[in-house]
């Protein structure tokens, strides 16, 4: 792990260009940048994606994108690069106890108003068996009681099958994402829908918690995600929001803790086939006084416009392993241990209003190595944040 983690500060100062396959000057080639740090070239560049092989798919492991209703932009990026995502997964469902009547075997299903059977003939790409659409479903409101009664009840697990089933039966649906917490406690839930699934030709993916403290590795450990490996379809590991409970901020998803992961829940090369790691497509911006907030990219080119350019680094914290060739040129900070970029947010009045993490080309590009070394798949949450410019790393890491 430390060998490959050094490989990709060796492989630092490698030009863009060797993310975008060759192409004609009357061809569209963004982000030709040197750095991928350069802020005034994510300026030009950020509403001008590259649409060269937008429906072709280089990326040898699977890709899963989710959308959701309340970013409608990611519906829109999904239909525009068809082709180069293998599942796609609308945050359509929750899954809540009747509240009425909190007595067993009683479900109700919300959000099929949501569910676009047109969009979804526009998402599938018939010829090459890419965009597959598995809805998301998840746990909402259930108490401890609830889940209790639950877990270990095979009735009531062949209930929900059946509630679940309806739907993908009513909607053609090519499968289901499960997202329950940790799902080793939802095992004989997951087998019989499993099951279900696969006698009707359809797939489980099954979100998986990404492993934070030594309490994580109690509730999943490399023999229950072996054993779930024989009925679930794929894995959608959630390595981001690494930061997210720290009022002070730092990155989303830092690489040595993907790494980490990948390597406690499936220690053996052989075993990683079915595991999609997780990008977050969306900044993070952090202020002591207030909570974490998630920013889209619309947002965060605004701040970046509105930054002045003598704050715009930390003089003591920055640490980029590739010079700028313009000493003149803002650049974003670049934490060389997380592999992630970010700046200080200064308002109009010359006031700090926190730090803002975000992914950037150089970090979409390491970890989608680092996929590339590992054999994993990769999961985007979601790619409606970052409109065109996360467009543009979308279109780099399936070019690889």
């Not at 030009?15 to 300026?43: C, E, M, R, W």
């Not at 969306?282 to 006084?289: F, G, K, R, V």
Request: a negative charge; proline letters at 4%.
């Amino acid at each position: 792990m430390k060998l490959f983690l050094q490989k990709l500060i060796a492989f630092g100062s490698i030009g863009l260009s060797s993310l975008l396959i060759a192409a004609s000057a009357q061809q569209q080639k963004p982000f030709q940048n040197h750095n991928a740090l350069d802020v005034s070239t994510i300026l030009k560049q950020h509403n001008k994606p590259n649409t060269l092989e937008a429906h072709e798919k280089h990326f040898q492991g699977d890709t899963l994108a989710y959308v959701t209703p309340w970013n409608n932009r990611g519906y829109d990026i999904v239909k525009e690069f068809k082709g180069k995502f293998d599942y796609v997964s609308p945050v359509w469902y929750y899954i809540q106890r009747r509240i009425a009547n909190r007595s067993s075997m009683e479900f109700d299903i919300d959000g099929e108003h949501d569910v676009d059977q047109g969009w979804m003939k526009e998402v599938k790409d018939e010829s090459t068996g890419k965009g597959k659409v598995l809805p998301r479903f998840q746990l909402r409101g259930w108490t401890g009681d609830d889940l209790r009664l639950f877990v270990s009840n095979k009735a009531e697990s062949q209930a929900l099958v059946d509630k679940l089933m309806e739907q993908v039966s009513k909607y053609n649906f090519d499968g289901v994402v499960i997202e329950c917490g940790f799902p080793a406690f939802f095992q004989v839930f997951l087998s019989q829908l499993a099951a279900q699934l696969h006698e009707n030709g359809r797939q489980l993916i099954v979100v998986l918690p990404a492993i934070m403290t030594e309490e994580h590795r109690k509730y999943m450990t490399p023999d229950i995600f072996k054993a779930m490996a024989y009925y679930v379809d794929r894995f959608s590991l959630m390595t981001y929001d690494f930061s997210s409970h720290d009022p002070n901020g730092g990155p989303s998803s830092p690489i040595e803790w993907i790494m980490d992961n990948i390597e406690y829940l499936a220690p053996e090369s052989e075993e990683r086939s079915k595991l999609l790691i997780g990008f977050n497509m969306y900044a993070m911006s952090y202020l002591p006084t207030r909570a974490p907030e998630p920013l889209v990219m619309k947002t965060v080119i605004e701040k970046l416009q509105d930054q002045p350019k003598e704050r715009m680094l930390d003089d003591e914290l920055f640490d980029d392993d590739v010079p700028d060739e313009d000493s003149s040129t803002e650049v974003l900070n670049w934490d060389s241990t997380s592999q992630e970029a970010w700046f200080i947010d200064i308002d109009e009045e010359g006031i700090r209003q926190g730090t803002v993490w975000l992914p950037t080309l150089r970090s979409i590009k390491n970890r989608v190595r680092l996929a590339e070394d590992y054999e994993v798949g990769i999961a985007l949450w979601e790619v409606g944040q970052g409109l065109d410019y996360y467009v543009s790393i979308v279109k780099s890491l399936t070019n690889m």
